[in-house]
């Protein structure tokens, strides 16, 4: 299973970090990516990682200021959130990938078979 947390209310231009902490299958064989769902609005594929921690991917919104890592040890994806602005209010979930050892992650919600329950992210004004 997959378990986010680190989710909360802040004010706009703040900060947050939201882990992933994944049990129950080998955490290192597969992509780990964060997405997110507004209400009303599909979900926004938002970054990924490789199995291997390489190759981070993030979507224009967020580039430059969101940054993903991944601590093996602690079978933990984490997304750091910077600067947050109003129209960042979502819900945030992990997910973990179908496929095992890839070289590249995919933003793409198909590629994603277990995702977490999420956790809420709220960006005040």
């Known amino acids: 299973q997959l378990v986010e947390s680190g989710g909360g209310l802040v004010q706009s231009g703040g900060s947050l970090r939201l882990s992933c902490e994944a049990s129950?299958?080998?955490?290192?064989?597969?992509?780990i990516a964060w997405f997110r769902q507004a209400p009303g609005k599909e979900h926004e594929g938002i970054s990924c990682?490789?199995?291997?921690?390489?190759?981070?991917r993030y979507a224009d919104s967020v580039k430059g200021r969101f940054t993903i890592s991944r601590d093996i040890a602690k079978n933990t994806v984490y997304l750091q959130i910077n600067s947050l602005k109003p129209e960042d209010t979502a819900v945030y979930s992990c997910?973990?990938?179908?496929?095992?050892?890839?070289?590249?992650?995919?933003?793409?919600?198909?590629?994603?078979?277990?995702w977490g329950q999420g956790t809420q992210v709220t960006v005040s004004p």
């Open positions: 990682t490789s199995s291997r921690g390489s190759n981070p």
């Open positions: 129950g299958f080998t955490f290192g064989y597969y992509d």
């Open positions: 997910a973990k990938s179908r496929r095992s050892f890839q070289e590249i992650c995919d933003l793409n919600t198909d590629r994603y078979d277990l």
